[in-house]
């Protein structure tokens, strides 16, 4: 049982990197464009600095598809009663991150780089301690939408969940792999 708690905190860990994959990228792009237009200079800190947004967006992209094609706990037939997509219920706000540190952080220097880093963890605490992995931005530009589900199993008990589908959910029978950290993607239409 230890084990599988701890794939669950690692697979919740790699959700939370993947859900700031833009930002990291958006830090790369800001850095590169400084450096060419003579505005910073490759020091120890620019050069840590995009080590690490590189490693973090590359661990990212592979936390997100290994969260949606691997550790399926197991697939189940459902039918889906009534769903809402809310993917954007907190988008905006989240998106305010991306403008603050892409935008108003100098990160060349090595007490901005420091409370940036000290906010990504903070964030990721409250993150993944209340499941938010809802509001990924990386699972919706990869096409996935996430929805508040109410369905029925085969056995005509009822529950709800949220789950992740790439494309648009209707009332309909479907085939999910449920997840080990307590999330669901929907696999395909039956």
Known sequence: MEKCDKKQKLMNVCLYISSFVPLYLLVIIKTLIDILNDNLHFNITNTTLLVLMAVLSVSGVVGANMFVRY????????????????TDKHFLGYFS??????????????SMSVVYIIILILI????????LYSINPLLNIMGYSCYEVHYR??????????????????????????????????????
Do not use: H
């Not at 991150?97 to 090595?110: I, K, N, R, W, Y």
């Open 97 to 110: 991150l991306f403008v603050l540190f892409a935008l108003t952080f100098d990160l060349s220097m090595v």
């Open 124 to 131: 990721g605490i409250v993150y993944i301690r209340n499941n």
């Open 153 to 190: 199993d085969k056995g005509g008990a009822e529950y709800t969940s949220q789950m992740f589908y790439k494309g648009k959910l209707v009332c309909a029978r479907y085939s999910v792999a449920f997840k080990k950290c307590g999330m669901c993607v929907v696999v395909k239409k039956k």
């Open 71 to 86: 550790e399926t706990k197991d697939e189940e037939e459902i039918t889906v009663t009534t769903c809402t997509n809310t």
